[in-house]
């Protein structure tokens, strides 16, 4: 089973396409509109959006990839004591905060070189919006996988009058499944051959979830 590596695709990413970009589950945009904090917040909304709230360091570190060198507004605003993100949950790790950051006198939160800044909210900076990917089912024709190295470790029962597509949707890790008769196959192909419990035929009918951002 083929699988992309999306993350080495979006390193490459500018922010001057204004295209969202996948990284894992979430699609980003960066917002090249010089804005203040207010205005980039509803100008991410207005997108069915969020200004977007940074969830670890990985992902810190991924958006410095990305969007490289800019100075990009994210949710994080002072409350009566800390940062908070828009959604809830403290901003940010001591570790990820520039050098003698935050001051006293800041009350918003943007992203440049790797590092949290604070910053007054009045200042016009671009911004990053982000949004959960969508995903849709699509059937595979069997000549474009190896059925020889194929296998589903997890058959599922489709009961309760739930399709295939419903069994997998409740399966976090169930991105591609098959249809045999009334069972759902949840297809990895990552197990050794032989803790497989059913070994794929070229007469079911396959699909897969596609992810993209739009």
Not at 75 to 80: D, G, H, K, L, Q
Not at 99 to 123: I, M, Q
């Amino acid at each position: 089973m083929r699988r992309v590596g999306f993350f080495l695709l979006f390193i490459a990413v500018r922010l001057c396409s204004a295209k969202w970009v996948r990284i894992n589950s979430t699609c980003f945009l960066g917002d090249r509109n010089r804005r203040k904090y207010d205005q980039a917040f509803k100008s991410c909304q207005g997108k069915n959006a969020h200004l977007h709230s940074i969830q670890n360091k990985a992902e810190l570190n991924s958006l410095t990839r990305l969007f490289p060198g800019e100075r990009l507004w994210v949710s994080a605003i002072r409350t009566t004591s800390s940062f908070e993100w828009s959604g809830g949950g403290d901003c940010c790790p001591k570790s990820w905060w520039g050098t003698g950051e935050p001051h006293a006198s800041d009350n918003c939160v943007f992203l440049y070189k790797n590092r949290v800044h604070g910053h007054s909210c009045a200042a016009t900076l671009y911004s990053i919006c982000s949004k959960p990917v969508d995903s849709e089912w699509r059937p595979v024709k069997c000549e474009e996988y190896n059925w020889m190295d194929l296998c589903g470790v997890e058959i599922m029962a489709n009961c309760d009058g739930l399709s295939c597509q419903d069994v997998c949707d409740t399966h976090p890790d169930c991105d591609q499944f098959a249809k045999l008769s009334n069972l759902c196959i949840n297809i990895k192909n990552d197990a050794p051959l032989d803790k497989c419990t059913v070994k794929m035929r070229p007469n079911v009918e396959l699909y897969e979830r596609t992810f993209y951002c739009k």
